[in-house]
């Protein structure tokens, strides 16, 4: 099994930044693509950002491009989405997830492995 244990968010102002963190534990070797999604109150959970296994290809939803960017250090088996310019409309749940195949899947129930999720609060 593979456990994702996201942090890093909180209660900002619109315009600051946060640093989102998923670090993967268990059996780390089975996982390729990782990706966040988000989920607002009384919204749908929705794609944000993706990562392939080696890092060399990302991908985004329109609303974060030029504002967010995903990373991932497989060394240290942990993914990153750097949140800069960061709105009111940015509010929501964020969850980390992961799946055994190396693709970049915006569909959630593609993913295998989910974390818990972490709040992010942008209050304008």
């Known amino acids: 099994q593979v456990q994702l244990v996201e942090s890093g968010g909180g209660l900002v102002q619109a315009g600051d930044s946060l640093r989102l963190s998923c670090a993967a534990s268990g059996r780390t070797f089975s996982i390729h693509a990782m990706s966040w999604f988000r989920q607002a109150p009384g919204k749908e959970q929705e794609f944000v950002a993706g990562?392939?296994?080696?890092?060399?290809?990302?991908s985004y939803t329109d609303s974060v491009k030029g504002r967010f960017t995903i990373s991932r250090d497989n060394a240290k088996n942990t993914v990153y989405l750097q949140m800069n310019s960061l709105k009111p409309e940015d509010t929501a749940v964020y969850y980390c997830?992961?799946?055994?195949?190396?693709?970049?899947?915006?569909?959630?129930?593609?993913?295998?492995?989910w974390g818990q999720g972490t709040q992010v609060t942008v209050s304008s």
């Open positions: 990562i392939s296994s080696t890092g060399g290809r990302s």
């Open positions: 997830a992961a799946t055994n195949e190396d693709l970049i899947m915006k569909r959630s129930i593609l993913y295998d492995y």
